[in-house]
RNA sequence: GGUCCCGUAGCUCAGCUGGAUAGAGCAACUGACUUCUAAUCAGUAGGUCACAGGUUCGAAUCCUGUCGGGAUCACCA
């Protein structure tokens, strides 16, 4: 059985980064009620719903399901419009005639309606400043910038899941910062969440590496070598694979033929041999295993730490591999499953769509799949939980259609609420990273990276003149780290992506510095005001202003359609519009230095609620907002 | 070959249940720091939204097909 193990076998995350897909048939099932999709602050929506719809009835006699509201483009006078098209059949009347109509009844019977203005078929709603002045002041006093959920449910996201023969790579931290913003935006709407990895921490991989050591390392260990103990360990994962080559290299010029080669190489029958002893239990070989892994999972550790992220609880392949064998029982009783001459058991999903699929080999052991179904079921059992969300590359689409799919059979009815949080590969210019041709992207190296950049630009700037070392360093952490995570959860899971290792992260336009430049200068602002921000009713606000107070009123369901959907992307798109906007006023308008004390302090309000969401939502990103830069 | 994902400015990306003249950043060019942090702001230039049909008052968005890129279809994980 051990020849079956031609290459390293995969994991949940492999040596290749990875695009993923939305093709999940839960994906739309499960969110019928999407009338938040629209980033439209509910209240003056419904307040203004129920006006239009009276006055449509009215006018025209029919009363419509639901109105298409949006925020009025940036060109037209106008804040909100009405999109009325749908109701010229019931008019009988001009596009223009339409609006004009349902637009003069609105401004009468609405308060918060000033004006209107129609064009084409859009009718622009001009609300009164009024009401902008109301929204900032509720939302200084409110303690909550997101609105929770009505009815909470448990959720639990996998992410990471590494194998532990070598140190994590960009593809691992784009699967970690995912998986991460994913948990924060779950609870931010109110959901209890649990953060879970599973290590595929046995295998031939790790059997090659333990060879490679024992053979080549003379007792080199992380204490006397200084070196982390997931890179010693990816370092003796290296000498096997050159050594291995070396051996192939010499049984071909021998005369073997090159697939017998491949078998019979001394290094690679230790290997194997290493497997058999440590599935026996061999003392010996445990004992090497237990101590390589825990290197490797210190080594881990200290990457997580640097990268921000954490587990509430990690799964351990050698715990679970033989998980699921008593549930395909059931599962051949139930005749969901059925069972090969060869003893083999299959499952048939021809009927959805998909194909064969094996859960035991003729031998009895179990396979991937098994254990995917025994650690769901686990995990069910585990914590109380109604989903449970998977971030693994979408080369795995296949794999997770198959195992939600023989769950549903197997009958359990949470296999609804599973879902395959399926993100794109990392690319690099020359195409996908290697790990045989060394073009992997190490997680270490870029951090580290990432701090060093934001150092050489922070000391260019002479912005942290006079701060302590330790708090300089502070900075340039935050920042550089902040740079890379907003690269990379900008763009959309889905999507597949390039980084570009020769070009730095840029900490200029659209990054993560620039939200967090914006968020620490309205820090300054607030520690060198003389007044304290608040609210007076006899404003009224500039037209940056307002476009302020509009972008922050999107917030709670920019969130609330970012954790549907399952991307941080929709967020980060969001604060960057949002600071966006506020430079646009800050630069526009002075803020100090104003006569009117009234003014100043509306301003500062503007100023600290806009700081507020930036902290909050790049929060949500796992990225910490400065207090100065 | 079957199935799935992707294709928007030179580059990196937005564009939400179909809505107005498809938007940002980078790179290029022009302007703004004795004034709250210029890691900023204002502006110029840059597009047959891969292509072809279809549905619709309206399509980058939905449907079909074609082309291009990628993934997957193991008694591997």
């Not at 593809?171 to 649990?194: F, T």
């Not at 491949?262 to 061999?282: F, Q, S």
């Not at 025994?374 to 198959?402: C, M, P, S």
């Not at 999507?495 to 020769?502: D, H, I, L």
Request: proline share 3%; glycine share 8%; aromatic share 10%.
């Amino acid at each position: 059985m051990f020849g079956v193990y031609r290459n390293q076998p995969r994991s949940r995350h492999q040596g290749k980064c990875y695009g993923g897909n939305r093709f999940s048939h839960f994906r739309k099932g499960r969110c019928p009620n999407r009338k938040n999709a629209k980033f439209i602050m509910e209240y003056l929506k419904s307040e203004l719903t129920n006006t239009a719809v009276h006055a449509i009835e009215n006018l025209f006699g029919f009363r419509p399901e639901k109105l298409d509201w949006q925020l009025t483009r940036k060109e037209f006078s106008g804040d909100l419009t009405l999109v009325v098209f749908p109701f010229t059949r019931y008019s009988k009347l001009s596009p223009e005639e339409t609006g004009q109509a349902i637009g003069e009844v609105m401004e009468q019977n609405n308060a918060w309606v000033d004006g209107y203005n129609v064009v084409k078929g859009f009718l622009n709603l001009e609300i009164s400043p009024k009401f902008w002045v109301k929204s900032l002041a509720d939302m200084a006093k409110s303690n909550q910038l997101v609105r929770p959920v009505s009815n909470p449910t448990g959720v639990m996201v996998e992410y990471s899941s590494p194998n532990t023969n070598k140190p994590l790579h960009l593809g691992h931290i784009r699967n970690c910062l995912l998986g991460w913003s994913v948990g924060n935006l779950q609870k931010a709407i109110g959901n209890n969440v649990y953060r879970v990895q599973i290590i595929n921490d046995r295998g031939i991989h790790i059997c090659k590496s333990m060879v490679a050591w024992k053979l080549f390392a003379g007792g080199e260990t992380p204490e006397n070598t200084g070196l982390k103990g997931d890179h010693l360990v990816g370092k003796y994962y290296v000498v096997f694979d050159q050594k291995y080559r070396e051996e192939i290299r010499e049984l071909i010029d021998k005369g073997v033929d090159e697939t017998e080669a491949k078998d019979t190489a001394p290094i690679m029958v230790a290997a194997r041999e290493m497997l058999r002893k440590w599935e026996e239990g061999d003392a010996e070989v445990m004992k090497l295993w237990e101590t390589m892994n825990g290197w490797v999972y210190q080594g881990f550790d200290a990457t997580y730490d640097a990268m921000g992220v954490s587990f509430d609880k990690n799964y351990y392949e050698s715990n679970t591999y033989k998980l699921g064998k008593s549930l395909v029982e059931k599962g051949l009783q139930k005749g969901v499953f059925y069972r090969e001459a060869d003893s083999s058991v299959w499952i048939d999903l021809s009927d959805v769509g998909l194909d064969k699929k094996i859960l035991l080999r003729s031998d009895g052991t179990s396979v991937y799949m098994t254990q995917d179904v025994g650690t769901a079921v686990q995990r069910f059992e585990d914590f109380d939980i109604q989903r449970l969300i998977y971030t693994v590359g979408n080369e795995q689409d296949y794999h997770f259609q198959v195992l939600f799919e023989i769950l549903k059979k197997l009958g359990y009815s949470w296999a609804e609420g599973l879902y395959h949080l399926s993100y794109g590969m990392v690319d690099l210019p020359t195409g996908k990273m290697k790990s045989r041709e060394g073009t992997v992207v190490d997680a270490d190296d870029l951090i580290r990276e990432m701090k060093e950049t934001a150092a050489a630009v922070s000391a260019e700037l002479g912005k942290t003149e006079g701060l302590a070392t330790a708090e300089k360093e502070d900075i340039n952490r935050i920042i550089g780290l902040g740079a890379l995570k907003y690269f990379i959860l900008k763009v959309d899971p889905r999507k597949r992506m390039t980084f570009n290792p020769e070009d730095s992260i840029d900490m200029q336009g659209n990054t993560g510095p620039f939200l967090q430049y914006t968020h620490a200068r309205i820090k300054s602002l607030l520690r060198k005001a003389e007044t304290s921000p608040g609210i007076s009713e006899n404003i009224s606000p500039e037209k940056e202003e307002i476009e302020v107070v509009k972008t922050l009123l999107r917030f709670s369901d920019v969130v609330h359609q970012a954790a549907e959907d399952n991307s941080p992307a929709l967020v980060a798109n969001f604060i960057y519009d949002l600071v966006k906007t506020y430079n646009g006023f800050y630069q526009n308008h002075s803020i100090l230095r104003n006569e009117n004390p009234e003014i100043t302090a509306w301003r500062l309000s503007l100023s600290e609620q806009t700081a507020r969401v930036i902290n909050f939502g790049l929060d949500l990103l796992g990225i910490e907002s400065p207090e100065r830069m």
